[in-house]
């Protein structure tokens, strides 16, 4: 079993700050068709960031294309997002996930194994 655990959230950024996300895979590993960031803020419905896979491609969601970048670092199995830029709409939970097999990189249910999540906070 895979687990995932994401760190760099916890404290208050302000708006127009940055925050690197990582998001570390540790136990038996196997080979994944894409990772990904997702949030979810209260009330609303958990949604895709940022996801890559296996072959280099990676994708965005709309309103973080240009302030955020999703890059991996295979050799200490480490999944980063850095998010620049930041708006009080990003304030929500971050959760990493890896996908064992194909599937839509925004759709949750794409994804085997998530982490614990981590807390991101904008302030204005």
Known sequence: QVQLVESGGG????AGG???LACAAFG???????????RQAPGKEREA??????????????????RFTI????????????????????TAMYY???AKYGGLWNDYRTYNNWGQGTQVTVSS
Do not use: E, H
Not at 11 to 14: E, W
Not at 28 to 38: E, I
Not at 72 to 90: H, I, R, S
């Open 11 to 14: 404290s208050s950024v302000q």
């Open 18 to 20: 940055s925050l690197r």
């Open 28 to 38: 038996a590993t196997y080979s994944t068709n894409c990772m990904g960031w997702f």
């Open 49 to 66: 960031v940022a996801a890559i896979d296996s072959d280099g491609s990676i994708r965005y969601k709309d309103s973080v294309k240009g």
């Open 71 to 90: 890059s991996q670092d295979n050799a200490k199995n480490t999944l980063y997002l850095q998010m620049n830029t930041l708006k009080p709409d990003d």
């Open 96 to 98: 990493c996930a890896i």
